[in-house]
């Protein structure tokens, strides 16, 4: 229970029903006492049910990525009945929070027997979202090779001012 300095206040619960009636003004207002006071990330709800476990459930994307944004908590903890948030976000069939989870480098990433063709959608979006990047970045190096040798080529071309200290440097050289 976190309480701390307020009597009766319940963090977790207070958490809980934020993300339930997709209130993110208050759930990012909540979550900075968590993270402001050190709190253990790792809250749970009245019913045992860990935050990120309800965010997947019945929160919105933005919910999910701001409880993963925090260092310490702990995607794959589960609740009374051993399910991690995983399992809770295909049960939801929440395709956007799944994937969030997913790009995730903490999560076990465990296909489930039950729901595993939304987990093999999920982890194929993950992956195609990943591989664009890799292309865009490929791409923009690419770019700025060209662009830095555009700028080598008219600084070192005859009457460019590389041309000029690169001839100087030659003649000094030669003595």
């Known amino acids: 229970m976190l309480s701390k300095g307020y009597e009766g206040l319940n963090l977790g619960e207070a958490l809980a029903w934020a993300i339930d009636s997709h209130s993110e003004s208050v759930v990012e207002l909540l979550w900075s006492l968590v993270v402001s006071s050190n709190d253990d990330p790792n809250v749970v709800d009245a ?6 476990s309800v965010a997947v459930c019945t929160g919105t994307v933005r919910t ?3 409880l993963l944004s925090h260092p310490y908590l702990d995607p794959n903890k589960v609740d009374q009945d051993e399910i991690p948030p995983l399992e809770y976000a295909i049960a939801t069939r929440n395709v956007p929070a799944l ?6 480098e903490r999560v076990n990433r465990i296909r489930p027997e039950r729901g595993g063709e939304i987990y093999d959608t999920a982890l194929a979006n993950v992956r195609r979202k990943r591989g664009a990047r890799f292309r865009g970045l490929a791409r923009a190096k690419v770019v700025l090779r060209r662009l830095r ?3 080598a080529m008219r600084a070192y071309a005859p009457g460019g001012r590389g041309f000029f200290a690169a001839a100087e ?3 000094s050289f030669l003595g």
């Open 149 to 151: 040798l555009q700028v």
């Open 99 to 104: 994937e969030k989870l997913l790009e995730d």
């Open 64 to 66: 999910v990525e701001l």
């Open 169 to 171: 440097s030659y003649k």
């Open 47 to 52: 019913h045992e049910i860990p935050l990120i």
